[in-house]
């Protein structure tokens, strides 16, 4: 789909990765997959530059199970069937028992604001402990701070994700950018 003169498919996405990219995780773990587009774009990725490698997502909605056919089938008609490489957990994070030390790379894309405090902070603390690699959290630049019910009912944009929030995260490891509601740390 061509926009404004600018190309945003699925594949001119995965095209601009392939020739950018600097480095090549070897686990993934994402947390809150929503549509599960985010690991169905890593996975035909994957496919494309012939990386086996498995992606884990953890996503709770109901409807999980059913986006992991029906998300990859829309982007990629031609390659879903080979995209077996995704490991779905259709579980709430504080209900699963992580090992995080399983991944160098950890994603959060349009999540963070979907997971109460008291359900997500004991899993980083968690996390902070564990995990030595990437940790990112990116959302829609404008969207940022989010309140408690800002452009979503308060049962689904729960949590107040604002500075203060990535201040927080930003003292536990290296910050490689900040800007608004994008942050890549490394934690070690």
Same mark, same amino acid.
């Given at each position: 789909?061509?926009i &404004?003169?600018?190309d945003? *498919? !699925?594949? *001119?996405q995965i095209?601009? &990765?392939k020739n950018n990219?600097?480095?090549i995780?070897?686990?993934? #773990?994402? +947390? ?6 985010? +690991?169905?774009?890593?996975s035909e /990725?994957a496919?494309?530059?012939? +990386? ?11 409807d !999980?199970s +059913?986006? #992991?056919?029906?998300?990859?089938? @829309? ?8 995209l077996?490489n &995704?490991v779905?957990?259709? !579980?709430? =994070?504080?209900e699963l028992? =992580?090992?995080?030390?399983?991944? %160098?790379?950890i994603?959060m894309?349009?999540? #963070?604001?979907?997971i /109460?405090q008291?359900q997500f %902070?004991?899993?980083?603390?968690q996390?902070? *402990? ?5 940790f990112i959290?990116v959302?829609w =630049?404008s969207? @940022?701070p989010?309140a408690?019910?800002q452009y !979503?009912?308060?049962? &689904? ?6 500075d203060?929030?990535? %201040?927080?995260y ?6 490689n950018?900040r800007?608004? *509601? @994008? ?6």
């Amino acid at each position: 789909e061509v926009i &404004i003169g600018k190309d945003y *498919s !699925a594949q *001119s996405q995965i095209n601009f &990765i392939k020739n950018n990219y600097t480095r090549i995780p070897k686990s993934i #773990l994402e +947390i809150g997959g929503g549509r599960l587009e985010t +690991i169905t774009f890593l996975s035909e /990725l994957a496919r494309q530059m012939g +990386i086996q490698q498995q992606l884990v997502v953890i996503e709770p909605g109901k409807d !999980a199970s +059913i986006f #992991l056919e029906e998300t990859p089938r @829309h982007y990629f008609p031609d390659t879903y069937k080979e995209l077996t490489n &995704i490991v779905l957990y259709n !579980a709430p =994070i504080h209900e699963l028992e =992580i090992e995080f030390d399983k991944y %160098d790379t950890i994603l959060m894309v349009e999540s #963070l604001e979907h997971i /109460l405090q008291e359900q997500f %902070d004991p899993k980083f603390e968690q996390l902070k *402990s564990q995990f030595k690699g990437e940790f990112i959290i990116v959302n829609w =630049i404008s969207y @940022h701070p989010i309140a408690v019910g800002q452009y !979503a009912p308060p049962n &689904i944009h729960c949590r107040l994700v604002d500075d203060t929030l990535y %201040d927080y995260y930003a003292k536990q490891g290296t910050t490689n950018h900040r800007n608004g *509601s @994008h942050l890549w740390l490394t934690l070690s």
